[in-house]
């Protein structure tokens, strides 16, 4: 299997902050890789597909970027509303795996 | 605009069966797309199950193969879980979810969530 990494496992930030989540594949998955955002009890919702592209409705504070094992998912200004646990997806190959998600939280 | 809704027992018997269907509505479930259920056990993180195409066609995770079948039902117009042998490990809110594909497969709908309790 994959093994997808995050880091931090949690950050603190303020509204209006730049904040920048890392992923990290254990081997080459292309531009295969999703970012979902995950708020409490509730599913998680696709942000970021192709590893680049911005999913229909979502901000565009929120962009990705990365190919190969190294990817970023980037808030360029932190809102209300952007708390939540964020998590990296390959699809490069089955099983499809997941990173062990990102917390954001209010500082 | 595609919605899924999961439905199931809530509780299931430990070594026993756990059997979920999703409900596709706004959609044909013959669309291409692949239609999957991921899950996640409390407090922890997303794990992919596995995903079935309108044709049966199936992809399972391995760490689950042997106690997994998923399939569809057209005429329905849903999709269904089943996991054998359950155990305790198996307690987690289960999401069903349509997988979609630009280039690479992503997970653009998602049902609510049903939550599964394995316990005597």
């Known amino acids: 299997d994959i093994q997808m990494t995050q880091s931090p496992s949690s950050l603190s930030a303020s509204v209006g902050d730049r904040v920048t989540i890392t992923c990290r594949a254990s081997q080459s998955i292309d531009y295969y890789l999703n970012w979902y955002q995950q708020k409490p009890g509730k599913a998680p919702k696709l942000l970021i597909y192709d590893a680049s592209s911005l999913h229909g409705g979502v901000p565009s504070r929120f962009s990705g970027s990365g190919s190969g094992t190294d990817f970023t998912l980037t808030i360029t200004s932190l809102q209300p509303e952007d708390f939540a646990t964020y998590y990296c997806?390959?699809?490069?190959?089955?099983?499809?795996?997941f990173g062990p998600g990102t917390k954001v939280d209010i500082k | 605009q595609v919605q899924l809704q999961e439905s199931g027992p809530g509780l299931v018997k430990p070594s026993g069966t756990l059997s979920l269907t999703c409900t596709v509505s706004g959609g044909s479930i013959s669309s291409s797309n692949w239609w999957t259920w991921v899950r996640q056990s409390p407090g922890k993180g997303l794990e992919w199950i596995g995903e079935i195409y309108h044709s049966g066609s199936t992809n399972y995770n391995p760490s689950l193969k042997s106690r997994l079948t998923i399939s569809v039902d057209k005429s329905k117009n849903h999709f269904s879980l089943r996991l054998n042998s359950v155990t305790a490990a198996d307690t987690a809110v289960y999401y069903c979810?349509?997988?979609?594909?630009?280039?690479?497969?992503?997970?653009?709908?998602w049902g609510e969530g049903t939550t599964v309790t394995v316990s005597s």
């Open positions: 997806h390959q699809s490069y190959t089955n099983p499809r795996t």
């Open positions: 979810a349509k997988t979609a594909r630009f280039l690479d497969f992503y997970m653009d709908v």
